[in-house]
């Protein structure tokens, strides 16, 4: 008797993970992968304001089945009068849809009745969740954008930044 794996086996573990293969679902673990998104990180020569900007990622994730936001510091020095929210727009994850439109985002953070004195909207919660089905596919970069409910850009300023906290889950093959 050998202790080879059999064939089958052998196939199944180089398989790809997929979530709709319920074959190789079982060989799939979730990894939680936090990310601390910087406004300050990104390259200030080809994205100059701090409300439109790409990060690239240090570590490519693959198969991404759901993104949290789980904090949100903006400047609110530059938020338009009457607004009671800005939209933070992560191309790669916008799953939010926006009723009335066609238009997605990633999560809707309010900025009403900031405390007397502050610089700054700091929400320390779960702001969204959102799942992808199928999941995606590969994740190696961010592409940010914070947006009034018009689609303008928010005016964070030369020396305002902002910072995000998400936290992604994605599936690994054993």
């Known amino acids: 008797m050998t202790d080879a794996a059999p064939q089958w086996a052998v196939a199944l573990r180089s398989a790809p993970c997929r979530p ?12 939680r992968v936090t990310l601390a998104v910087d406004s300050r990180d990104r390259d200030a020569n080809s994205w100059p304001s701090a409300s439109r900007f790409v990060l690239p990622l240090r570590t490519t994730l693959y198969n991404v089945t759901s993104a949290q936001l789980k904090s949100a510091e903006l400047p609110i020095a530059n938020v338009a009068p009457g607004e009671a929210y800005v939209l933070v727009g992560i ?16 999560a809707k953070v309010p900025v009403l009745n900031p405390p007397a004195g502050a610089t700054a909207v700091c929400y320390d919660k779960i702001l969204t969740s959102n799942d992808y089905v199928p999941g995606l596919p590969r994740l190696d970069r961010l592409t940010v954008q914070l947006l ?27």
């Open 20 to 31: 709709d293969n319920p074959a190789v679902v079982n060989t799939c673990a979730t990894k």
């Open 91 to 106: 191309d790669e994850l916008n799953a939010v849809q926006l009723a009335g439109t066609s238009d997605r985002a990633f």
């Open 148 to 174: 009034y409910r018009d689609g303008s850009p928010v005016d964070l300023g030369p020396a305002g930044n902002c910072s995000l906290t998400i936290e992604l889950a994605c599936t690994q093959t054993k």
